[in-house]
């Protein structure tokens, strides 16, 4: 199982971005998939997932400005991150359902 | 949103010693607590599923206990590469929460 995160950089307040993970190793579109970000030293924070079938879950701090999308047939996860704030600077993980399997991690900094 | 407490978050330990870290949820969650492991510079490992069940690959000194709101991750004769930080998490229900982790130190 292989997980890999890109699309972070520095954005302004107010912008927008989006996060690319890329899956191989297994049978990606059988799989609910998770974003989760970590705010520089600091905790984990669950931000979204969505399942096999394409229902989305999101936390209360992301709802409305985030998206989180798939593209099975390039087996490929999304964040779309709308509105951003200083906040939501973090690096953000893209993980398989169960949360065994991590990516790397991609870096978002929102600073003017 | 069900909060996940943690204790302590830090400690000191010295190799070989037993340590024993805790984490306490605002609500019942059944058995649905994890455990994870993070070293700096990396993603978190899961080593501890639905309270007391080991990872593959996890060594046998991590051990899980609990029920309901209070749960227990014990380490038994600490090694080297176990200094890191540990955080719990609830999967019973959305949105999923971690504690805020309990950083384990070398005495």
């Known amino acids: 199982v292989q997980l890999v995160e890109s699309g972070g950089g520095l954005v302004q307040p107010g912008k927008s971005l989006k996060l690319s993970c890329s899956a191989s190793g297994f049978t990606f579109s059988s799989y609910g998939m998770h974003w989760i970000r970590q705010a520089p030293g600091k905790g984990l924070d669950w931000v979204a997932y969505i399942s096999s079938s394409s229902g989305t879950v999101y936390a209360d701090a992301v709802k409305g400005r985030f998206t989180i999308s798939r593209d099975n047939a390039k087996n490929t996860l999304y964040l779309q991150l709308n509105s951003l704030k200083s906040e939501d600077t973090a690096i953000y993980y893209c993980?398989?359902?169960?949360?065994?399997?991590w990516g790397q991690g991609v870096m978002v900094t929102v600073s003017s | 949103d069900i909060q996940m407490t943690q204790s302590p978050s830090f400690l000191s330990a010295s190799v070989g010693d037993r340590v024993t870290i805790n984490c306490k949820a605002s609500q019942n969650i059944n058995k649905y607590l994890n455990w994870y492991q993070q070293k700096l510079g990396e993603a978190p490992k899961r080593l501890i599923y639905?309270?007391?069940n080991l990872q593959t690959g996890i060594p046998s000194r991590f051990s899980g206990s609990g029920s309901g709101t209070d749960f227990t991750l014990n380490i038994n004769r600490v090694e080297p590469e176990d200094f890191s930080v540990y955080y719990c998490q609830q999967s019973n229900s959305w949105p999923l929460t971690f504690g805020s982790g309990t950083k384990l130190e070398i005495k």
């Open positions: 639905n309270t007391n």
């Open positions: 993980a398989r359902k169960d949360l065994v399997d």
